[in-house]
């Protein structure tokens, strides 16, 4: 079977879009679809949410730089089908490095095309950094979809608007003519605030057919996870953060196919 490539991106940092990367790829993989999750953020939450150390040359820095290939970057996890390419402070410099480069915004996609290939995964999740930058770009290069977590705030559509203007840009040059918004993820729903549904209701008369009818609550066990190095199904199996997740994996899976 194919590899569906998403990237999980949002020019705002705080809005669950890490917490979305790690506990999707592990909904993903607890239903037995292959999972790789590429941690593309210098500040490697994804990384350490999965309870994995940073280590000296297992970002994709030097793949970036044509140095080394993503296929031995792979790093298993301690969840079955969930494989991970780590992050760590040298990415930081690629935000920079890239831009000097040729093709600048295709080296993401040329270095996971042996990754895709392979074979091995049906599913890649890219985490990016909470910025527009180089980095979130080329992972946009790379991605079939973009999905977008948007908290249940004021002001979330602004953002909505900014990064979807993007993707036309990225469309209109020929650069990912293929990139679709697979869909949004409204993260952190309160239920105790009437703006958490004002926003809600907001996003679906915008984009009705784009938002997942599973809304991420706003749950202190999603935030206690990744200090502890777990998902939210080890960290706690039966909190609604859990059910949450594990039922927008299953919309995943059945709105594209996996």
Same mark, same amino acid.
């Given at each position: 079977?194919?590899?569906?490539?998403?990237?999980?991106?949002?020019?705002?940092?705080?809005?669950?879009?890490?917490?979305?990367?790690?506990?999707?790829?592990?909904?993903?993989?607890?239903?037995?679809?292959?999972? *790789? =999750? +590429?941690? /593309?953020?210098?500040?490697?939450? &994804?990384?350490?949410? !999965? $309870?994995?150390?940073?280590?000296?040359?297992?970002?994709?820095?030097?793949?970036?730089?044509?140095?080394?290939?993503?296929?031995?970057?792979?790093?298993?996890?301690?969840?079955?089908?969930?494989?991970?390419?780590?992050?760590?402070?040298?990415?930081?410099?690629?935000?920079?490095?890239?831009?000097?480069?040729?093709?600048?915004?295709?080296?993401?996609?040329?270095?996971?095309?042996?990754?895709?290939?392979?074979?091995?995964?049906?599913?890649?999740?890219?985490?990016?950094?909470?910025?527009?930058?180089?980095?979130?770009?080329?992972?946009?290069?790379?991605?079939?979809? *973009? =999905? +977008?977590? /948007?908290?249940?705030?004021?002001? &979330?559509?602004?953002? !909505? $608007?900014?990064?979807?203007?993007?993707?036309?840009?990225?469309?209109?040059?020929?650069?990912?003519?293929?990139?679709?918004?697979?869909?949004?993820?409204?993260?952190?729903?309160?239920?105790?605030?009437?703006?958490?549904?004002?926003?809600?209701?907001?996003?679906?008369?915008?984009?009705?057919?784009?938002?997942?009818?599973?809304?991420?609550?706003?749950?202190?066990?999603?935030?206690?996870?990744?200090?502890?190095?777990?998902?939210?199904?080890?960290?706690?199996?039966?909190?609604?953060?859990?059910?949450?997740?594990?039922?927008?994996?299953?919309?995943?899976?059945?709105?594209?196919?996996?």
């Amino acid at each position: 079977m194919a590899t569906t490539i998403f990237t999980i991106a949002n020019q705002k940092g705080g809005v669950g879009k890490t917490t979305t990367a790690v506990n999707l790829a592990a909904g993903l993989a607890q239903r037995k679809i292959h999972t *790789l =999750l +590429i941690d /593309l953020d210098p500040q490697a939450n &994804a990384t350490s949410s !999965l $309870g994995i150390e940073k280590q000296e040359g297992k970002s994709l820095y030097g793949a970036l730089h044509g140095e080394g290939e993503a296929l031995s970057l792979i790093t298993p996890t301690a969840y079955e089908h969930l494989a991970l390419i780590p992050s760590e402070e040298d990415l930081a410099a690629a935000e920079i490095e890239l831009a000097q480069m040729e093709n600048y915004l295709m080296k993401l996609k040329g270095v996971l095309a042996p990754v895709v290939a392979s074979g091995g995964f049906r599913a890649v999740i890219i985490d990016c950094p909470p910025a527009l930058g180089m980095l979130s770009m080329n992972s946009l290069a790379a991605a079939d979809y *973009l =999905l +977008i977590t /948007l908290q249940c705030e004021y002001m &979330a559509l602004e953002g !909505l $608007g900014q990064i979807l203007r993007n993707v036309d840009r990225l469309r209109t040059a020929g650069i990912n003519s293929a990139l679709e918004l697979g869909g949004i993820v409204m993260t952190m729903f309160d239920v105790r605030t009437s703006l958490s549904r004002q926003v809600v209701e907001e996003v679906k008369t915008h984009m009705p057919d784009k938002i997942f009818s599973t809304v991420i609550p706003r749950t202190v066990r999603l935030s206690e996870a990744p200090s502890f190095g777990k998902t939210i199904f080890d960290y706690d199996p039966t909190s609604p953060g859990t059910t949450a997740y594990r039922s927008l994996a299953d919309e995943v899976i059945k709105r594209f196919a996996l």
